[in-house]
Antibody, heavy 117, light 108 residues
Framework: EVQLVESGGGLVQPGGSLRLSCAAS????????MTWVRQAPGKGLEWVSI???????YYADSVKGRFTISRDNSKNTLYLQMNSLRAEDTAVYYC???????????WGQGTLVTVSS | DIQMTQSPSTLSASVGDRVTITCRAS??????LAWYQQKPGKAPKLLIC???SLESGVPSRFSGSGSGTEFTLTISSLQPDDFATYYC??????????FGGGTKVEIK
């Protein structure tokens, strides 16, 4: 069974850092395109970042230069390192698998990041 | 970047109604469009991929159509379980995935 479990969210002050984890089971992270999507309270979905199976990474303009997506193949885990956090980064962060030519077919349950002093 | 515009943002309907949601892309995305359903406090669920292909297990009352820049999601007969928020997403460009703003389907 495919499962994605996020962790690492919490309360952080503006300017601070946080690393989110997404542990996968039932498939191999490194063989897939993996994404992070976030949702601010009461708002819509916003794509954040993607890592290709080949290792290329891309980011939304809103997080470019501050966030870094990566993976640990030995742990079958996806990460999102978030630096220089701002109030507008407050959101539930989801990891999701991109099934090529299809869309985001598996999602985690989400982890809440709150940026506030 | 490709912008996705959904309409309406809110839709009030009754059980049994036929419901249509529209999604427009700022440039052609062929049929590289997905539709998701999201319920409060839950992760989105993939309903339709490639504009019109129903995911396994999704009821047949859901259908999608369109290509290029204009797409629609139709629920042929709204059921109580369908009250939720729906999002379109383009994946023509994997390096910059974008979602529509969402359509909340409410009980009339």
């Amino acid at each position: 069974e495919v499962q994605l479990v996020e962790s690492g969210g919490g309360l952080v002050q503006p300017g601070g850092s946080l690393r989110l984890s997404c542990a996968a089971s039932g498939f191999t992270v490194s063989s897939n395109y993996m994404t992070w999507v976030r949702q601010a309270p009461g708002k819509g979905l916003e794509w954040v970042s993607i890592i290709y199976s080949g290792g290329s990474t891309y980011y939304a303009d809103s997080v470019k230069g501050r966030f870094t997506i990566s993976r640990d193949n030995s742990k079958n885990t996806l990460y999102l390192q978030m630096n220089s956090l701002r109030a507008e980064d407050t959101a539930v962060y989801y990891c999701a698998r991109l099934r090529l030519r299809a869309g985001l077919d598996y999602w985690g349950q989400g982890t809440l990041v709150t940026v506030s002093s | 970047d490709i912008q996705m515009t959904q309409s309406p943002s809110t839709l009030s309907a009754s059980v049994g109604d036929r419901v249509t949601i529209t999604c427009r892309a700022s440039q052609s995305i062929d049929t590289w469009l997905a539709w998701y359903q999201q319920k409060p406090g839950k992760a989105p669920k993939l309903l339709i991929c490639k504009a019109s292909s129903l995911e396994s297990g999704v009821p047949s009352r859901f259908s999608g159509s369109g290509s290029g820049t204009e797409f629609t999601l139709t629920i042929s007969s709204l059921q109580p379980d369908d009250f939720a928020t729906y999002y379109c997403q383009q994946y023509n460009t994997y390096s910059s995935l974008t979602f529509g703003g969402g359509t909340k389907v409410e009980i009339k």
